[in-house]
């Protein structure tokens, strides 16, 4: 059976090739304007699909990082902070042995004295120490107000023992912050009643500025001297300790986080990797099919001239 095709039917079907041609040349076109393979969605919904879940990915492990950077930044201030106090502690602790020390006058003792008073108030400082907006790092989820202050009993925290925490990766929810009493108490030990760094070295002050007699008229007794002193010791001992506890887990965070970008980093290079070959253009073939089309367009527009020509009255 022989298939006849009518005049109008020939118009059509040259139109269309035409215009596919047309449409192919204008996608192409598009692509090399872009520099993207995926200029729209509709020009391969699959591969965009992968393309946006893809850039998800991206945008969450860039928040992730964003996240390491913040808590990175507070652990490190907290960390100098308490690089301070190490110090500190330990100049207190050479001026508190040598106060030991039977042979040292009145004047001496007070001497001592006046340089940890000076060591007391800096220490204080220290704890009420602020990071770069102004909050209270030390003071729990209590910011904007000081981590300690002194009263008529002693050094007292006011903070309080909430426990900041930030995910900084899929994975991982890190404690960024340190609460003030964990960081500068001290656990009664034996003999020795709770304390804080502070009021340890305003008892050892106290009884530095003391002249040495029967512990009557403003006196302090050799015993009572000396039980303070020894007392003073341990406890600045623990306070080290402790200290020092706090800046090991600080350090180990911050190796941690250190180890997070790395991954993080390459991570972000296969994901933008996985994009490029998703969606990114290759021209010499984008530039060699664009060249295809335009000498199918041609043929097209050429045929369809002819097409239109085409008449009964003109076969005649």
């Known amino acids: 059976m022989i298939m006849r095709i009518s005049t109008s039917m020939m118009f059509e079907l040259s139109k269309n090739a035409m215009q596919d041609r047309q449409s192919d040349l204008s996608k192409i076109g598009l692509q090399l304007s872009t520099g993207k393979r995926i200029a729209t969605p509709s020009s391969d919904p699959r591969a965009a699909g992968q393309v946006l879940l893809t850039q998800q990915s991206n945008a969450l492990n860039s928040q992730f990082e964003n996240s390491r950077i913040t808590a990175q930044q507070k652990l490190s201030t907290q960390d100098s902070v308490l690089d301070s106090v190490t110090d500190l502690i330990t100049r207190a602790k050479s001026l508190v042995v040598q106060a030991g020390n039977g042979t040292l006058s009145d004047v001496d003792r007070q001497s001592n004295a006046t340089e940890l008073e000076g060591l007391y108030q800096e220490a204080i400082g220290l704890a009420n120490s602020q990071d770069g907006n102004g909050n209270y790092i030390f003071a729990g989820s209590q910011s904007d107000q000081p981590a300690f202050t002194e009263n008529a009993g002693g050094v007292s925290y006011n903070g309080d023992n909430v426990v900041q925490s930030m995910r900084v990766d899929a994975s991982r929810n890190m404690k960024i912050n340190r609460i003030g009493s964990d960081v500068f108490d001290i656990d009664a030990s034996g003999s020795d009643p709770a304390s804080n760094l502070f009021n340890t070295l305003k008892s050892a002050i106290n009884a530095l500025n003391q002249p040495m007699g029967d512990g009557t008229g403003g006196t302090i007794a050799p015993g009572a001297y000396r039980e303070t002193i020894d007392r003073t010791n341990r406890q600045l001992d623990q ?5 020092l506890t706090v800046r090991s887990s600080i350090g180990s965070n911050l190796n941690e986080i250190d180890a997070l970008d790395e991954i993080g980093s390459t991570r972000a290079l296969n994901y933008e990797s996985q994009i490029s070959s998703l969606q990114d253009l290759d021209y010499a073939d984008a530039i060699s099919r664009y060249s ?20 009964l009255f003109k076969m005649l």
């Open 239 to 243: 306070s080290l300790d402790n200290v």
């Open 292 to 311: 295809v089309s335009q000498v199918g367009l041609q043929a097209s527009q050429q045929l369809f001239t002819k097409v239109q020509d085409l008449s």
